[in-house]
């Protein structure tokens, strides 16, 4: 039998706030959590109790450590899905695969990004459709999917994240940006359509966070702009935030442990920034 979340609708304020790491029972599904935010967050939902169906691209004895060893630190079910985020029919099937195998979804993390950086003149064709339809549409299918189950369930929670980059805009990244204003138009759609079904919906917008994305992003933005990597990493990518560090995994964990819990419920069709101030310039 699947154990059932608690539910905290008549606790204090005190109650709800010792409450705000606890998921015990809920499942979370996350896209592109195999490594970087995704997995950071995986693992905060399976340490305080949650279930986790892990999804991204990999060498499949790699995912499989990472899966057997999460569960095996947590105690929590953790499955892996394979699909491919550029098929909405895949990422459907993810979504049932959770509910099949897991009994509920409770939490939605469309997380799943790539990068290609290059002037728009030159920017491969293929990259683009594979950018949008990774970054933008499979959020799209996998909430789609997500939608009836949480109905039927009387809650919900989908977080999106999107970046520093569906605020703003930088050169070189025509596609990822483009992707990302459309997460967050996405996302106050859906908190608007579901805002009376105890089912929230919002973006978290990350600066730049130390992952593998982000390093090959150094050698990307030194090739286009011919700088050296030091002077990448120092005046293009942490340029772009005061405080001149990297945003961390665990940062964000917080802002996603407040978004999911009762505590959140009131945040609707937001758009979180988590950017050193980047955004405030």
């Given at each position: 039998m699947v154990q059932q979340p608690a539910r905290n609708d008549n606790a204090t304020s005190d109650q709800r706030l010792r409450d705000i790491g606890d998921l015990g029972g809920q499942v979370a599904v996350i896209s592109g959590s195999t490594s970087g935010i995704g997995l950071a967050i995986a693992r905060a939902v399976a340490q305080r109790g949650g279930n986790v169906v892990l999804n991204g691209l990999g060498d499949a004895d790699q995912i499989e450590r990472t899966r057997a060893g999460l569960e095996a630190e947590t105690g929590a079910r953790v499955l892996y899905h394979p699909a491919d985020m550029t098929h909405g029919d895949q990422v459907a099937d993810m979504v049932a695969f959770a509910k099949a195998q897991l009994g509920r979804v409770d939490i939605l993390v469309n997380n799943a990004g790539i990068q290609h950086v290059e002037a728009v003149e030159a920017f491969p064709t293929d990259k683009w459709e594979q950018i949008i339809a990774i970054n933008l549409s499979s959020a799209f299918y996998a909430t789609r999917a997500a939608i009836p189950i949480m109905k039927a369930q009387g809650r919900g929670r989908i977080v999106n994240i999107a970046?520093?980059?569906?605020?703003?805009?930088?050169?070189?990244?025509?596609?990822?940006?483009?992707?990302?204003?459309?997460?967050?138009?996405?996302?106050?759609?859906?908190a608007l359509e579901l805002a009376q079904d105890n089912i929230t919906c919002n973006a978290v917008c990350p600066g730049f966070v130390h992952t593998p994305i982000v390093d090959k992003q150094i050698d990307d933005q030194a090739r286009t702009r011919n700088m050296s990597k030091e002077d990448v990493l120092k005046n293009v990518i942490l340029g772009s935030?005061?405080?001149k560090q990297f945003v961390t995994t665990d940062q964000l964990v917080g802002m996603f442990l407040y978004l999911v819990s009762d505590l959140g419920a009131s945040a609707n069709g937001a758009s979180f920034s988590i950017d050193g101030g980047w955004t405030a310039q």
């Open positions: 970046s520093a980059h569906g605020l703003v805009a930088s050169p070189f990244k025509s596609a990822y940006v483009a992707a990302k204003h459309g997460v967050i138009g996405f996302t106050k759609t859906v935030q005061p405080t």
